[in-house]
């Protein structure tokens, strides 16, 4: 038995998507439509979270306006008494959406933007009319009186115009703006050559966030997402295997982390033959990378063995082969240098064709 509780629910409710994004985090193997849980089981997922203790549900995918029952998802979500918070790319949002899923409890709007100028933000969506359907999502969510956030993706495309993405940030009237540089799992890492921005840009980037917060305080926070290749310490990915949060796949597998089912040699429980809160206490999957009796050297007596938890599995699955070693994104491991060898090759890799996301690609 754990005595930890989960803070929030991660349910991605489709893998479906009109977007194209090649760094989305979703795996290679996407779920399909006939595979997706139905309402029933959803609402289920969501009561049983808010009975382990989860404060907050984000209502995420792929695309989860697709699904015909969002405003009936978000209103079981409001019931069961979470925080709902939509996660969209903003297509498919508009006055009359957003009024009838802010009847069923919605909460708040995070929408994501590919950059400023509609032509390549569209390129990089794979999605002629994105740009222009975020702009006009963005406008009613704020007209309707709801929190927004700007979620921007970074990467070597658009590194370049993060002034300009902050700026767009403000004259929409976000509150929050994430500045969050791709992750390297499911697309991404297969993208990552074409992705990888230069170190000094990174740096530049890093600098420009610091000095925004300053001088937007009171007008937008800004959150920082920073790319572990360029990292000397990992992040507590998650908040920590299987301590803070639970993600629920489309088709119903409970997982410590988003991209966990690349781990080899995982059975994941799946949420239509156990409760999530039999899963949260006593699933394998959940419990084989809890605390720090599994950590190695040089987590292992590590100061920051609490704090980062020694960073992510995933990444040190994709690579090193092992996701019970330390996450290479330490500058204590022994593989640390390898990742920076090869963030530095994509950097210089001069490859700008990208292998758009779809069902089935
Ligand atoms: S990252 Fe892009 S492709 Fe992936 S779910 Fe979000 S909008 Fe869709
Ligand atoms: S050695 Fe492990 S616990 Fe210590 S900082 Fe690195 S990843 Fe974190």
Redo the contacts with the bound molecule.
């Keep these: 038995m754990t005595e930890l509780t989960p803070i929030g629910l991660l349910a991605e409710l489709t893998h479906r998507c009109p977007l194209g994004c090649p760094y989305c985090s979703n795996p290679l193997e996407l779920t399909r439509a006939n595979q997706e849980l139905d309402t029933k089981t959803w609402t289920r997922v969501f009561e049983d979270a808010a009975s382990l203790g989860a404060m907050h549900v984000h209502l995420s995918g792929g695309e989860p306006l697709v699904r015909k029952d969002i405003a009936e998802l978000t209103n079981a979500a409001h019931l069961a008494g979470l925080y709902t918070n939509l996660i969209t790319s903003g297509v498919g949002l508009n006055a009359q959406s957003l009024t009838e899923l802010r009847a069923a409890g919605l909460d708040h709007v995070q929408i994501s933007i590919q950059g400023v100028d509609p032509t390549r933000a569209d390129a990089i969506a794979h999605f002629k009319g994105g740009a222009k359907a975020k702009r006009e999502a963005a406008r009613v969510v704020v007209e309707e009186g709801l929190a927004l956030t700007i979620n921007a993706v970074i990467h070597r495309g658009n590194i370049k115009d993060l002034p300009a993405i902050i700026d767009l940030a403000v004259e929409w009237g976000a509150g929050r703006l994430e500045v969050a540089h791709v992750q390297y799992h499911g697309w991404a890492i297969a993208n990552r050559a074409s992705l990888m921005p230069a170190r000094e840009d990174f740096l530049t980037a890093a600098k420009l966030v610091e000095d925004a917060r300053k001088s937007l305080e009171g007008t937008l926070v800004i959150d920082h997402v920073i790319p572990d290749y360029y990292a000397e ?2 992040k507590a990915c998650m908040g920590g295997w299987g301590r803070q949060v639970i993600v629920v796949t489309p088709d119903g597998r409970a997982l410590p982390c988003h991209a966990a089912a690349t781990l080899p040699g995982f059975a994941f429980d799946n949420v239509k033959d156990r409760s999530l809160a039999e899963i949260w206490e006593t699933s394998e999957a959940f419990q084989k990378f809890r605390g720090t009796a599994w ?1 190695p050297k ?2 292992q007596g ?4 609490e ?5 992510c599995r995933c990444q040190a699955f994709a690579i090193t082969g092992n996701a019970a070693t ?2 290479p994104a ?4 022994p593989e640390h240098t390898k990742l920076r060898e090869m963030a530095t090759a994509d950097a210089a890799s001069g490859i700008s064709t990208y292998r758009f996301r779809r069902i089935g690609g």
Excluded: E, N, Q, V
């Design positions: 310490r990992p950590m040089p987590c590590c100061d920051r063995a704090i980062d938890w020694g960073g330390t996450d330490c500058a204590l491991s």
